[in-house]
């Protein structure tokens, strides 16, 4: 679970709250003030069909559905990765290539067990590289697309916001002959305003931002498992495989590498 988009969500509510009950002396009927339903429609329905007719409908549920990434992330271990090549390395050097099927059918990986296999089964290095590549590639922009959609509705939700308040000054202008109205009727203007604020900086961007991340991510250990899988077929030492497969990582993750080997090293003693 990750707490922190759960953290964000929660006080970034609770701050707007209480910033519109310090701004109203602590009255809680101010909060109704800011419920307009003609203003939620406009914005959120206004950003949504945007969305409709700037992508494909798949490509708009599809974003929907990634929200759950934001709090339950796929699980992402370069350094566990980086250890599983080694060990590949390692069964390579000392049984041959070959040795290698039988581990690949074992792999929850599946992007590992395929460049695996096509090792096994003698494909040159460079359409490894060239097959691998691409996947990783096309992933990336998979998951740009999706982030790009709720970048696209942080762009439209301020703009619709506008167009509410417009509406609502239009509306305003018609009743002069009504003083006492104006001051409501100009609150729920400005309100539109506010919900398009709210849905484009403290929900869009944000998610746009975290399946960025996420992505970036996922990436990074296809790129460290590409690099991994062609030095393996290369024939390098796996010493070597290990250095150089840690470069990609950050100097506090480098640390992490090997400790899955020796973790496994140690259940396998005690249960000797």
């Not at 949504?48 to 759950?68: L, N, R, W």
Request: glycine share 12%.
């Amino acid at each position: 679970m990750e707490l922190g988009s759960i953290i964000g969500i929660v006080l970034g509510t609770i701050f707007i709250i209480l910033a519109i009950l310090i701004t109203g002396d602590m009255n809680p009927a101010m909060i109704a003030e800011f419920g307009d339903a003609p203003s939620v429609m406009v914005v959120i329905g206004g950003t949504v069909m945007a969305a409709f007719i700037s992508v494909k409908i798949g490509t708009f549920v599809t974003a929907i559905k990634a929200v759950g990434i934001i709090f339950k992330p796929p699980s992402t271990n370069p350094a566990a990765a980086i250890d599983m090549v080694v060990q590949l390395a390692n069964t390579a050097r000392k049984e041959g290539v070959l040795a290698l099927e039988e581990s690949a059918n074992n792999m929850d990986d599946e992007f590992l067990k395929k460049g695996i296999m096509l090792i096994v089964d003698g494909t040159d290095p460079e359409l490894v590289k060239d097959i691998m590549e691409t996947e990783r590639s096309w992933t990336e922009d998979r998951h740009g697309m999706i982030a790009g959609v709720w970048e696209m509705m942080a762009t439209y939700a301020p703009s619709w916001g506008m167009l509410g308040t417009m509406v609502g000054l239009i509306l305003m202008l018609l009743q002069l002959d009504d003083p006492g109205a104006m001051g409501p009727m100009l609150s729920v203007a400005l309100v539109t305003t506010f919900y398009g604020c709210i849905l484009a900086n403290f929900l869009c961007n944000p998610i746009a931002s975290k399946l960025k991340q996420v992505s970036g991510e996922e990436i990074l250990l296809k790129t460290v498992l590409i690099e991994g899988m062609l030095s393996i077929q290369a024939g390098e030492n796996p010493r070597i495989i290990e250095e150089k497969l840690k470069s990609f990582l950050a100097p506090a993750l480098r640390g992490g590498v090997g400790k899955s080997a020796e973790a496994a090293s140690a259940g396998g003693g005690g249960e000797e």
